[in-house]
């Protein structure tokens, strides 16, 4: 049962579900669109390739364009599970590739670690498991 709370945080749960599946989308399409207008992609796809991914530039393009499509779907409620899955691969493979080799921390006591692809996960995890569900308002 959802009851609108008279202090923090102000929100109902549905209201909560909505800001969180808004704003996980935002932030995977921001890298997507700062990937695109910075020109990063050909050095991304090198990384990939390096790493040994068959053509790490277009693998770059899939990893871009996915993280704008699922994220345009989960802000329009739909196809949620299946976006949030193909999000959640997308962090998973930035862990594995990325992030885990630089530790856990983002800033302040690291630089680039996993801490905020753990969260966005968890925030995945929250989305997709929302998805379909009857709130009272």
Not at 23 to 48: D, E
């Amino acid at each position: 049962m959802s009851v609108k709370m008279k202090t923090y945080p102000f929100l109902t749960l549905p209201m909560a579900l909505i800001i969180a599946r808004v704003m996980t989308a935002v932030l995977f399409m921001a890298h997507a669109v700062v990937r695109i207008f910075n020109g990063s992609i050909p050095q991304f796809g090198q990384f990939m390739t390096h790493q040994g991914f068959p053509f790490g530039e277009g693998v770059v393009w899939v990893i871009t364009i996915c993280e704008i499509v699922a994220g345009l779907l989960l802000i329009a409620n739909r196809f949620v599970r299946i976006a949030a899955t193909g999000l959640f691969i997308v962090a998973v493979g930035g862990v594995v590739l990325i992030h885990r080799h630089l530790g856990w921390f983002v800033g302040e006591h690291g630089t680039g670690g996993s801490e905020y692809s753990v969260a966005l996960m968890v925030l995945l995890l929250v989305v997709a498991a929302s998805d379909g569900e009857k709130f009272n308002k």
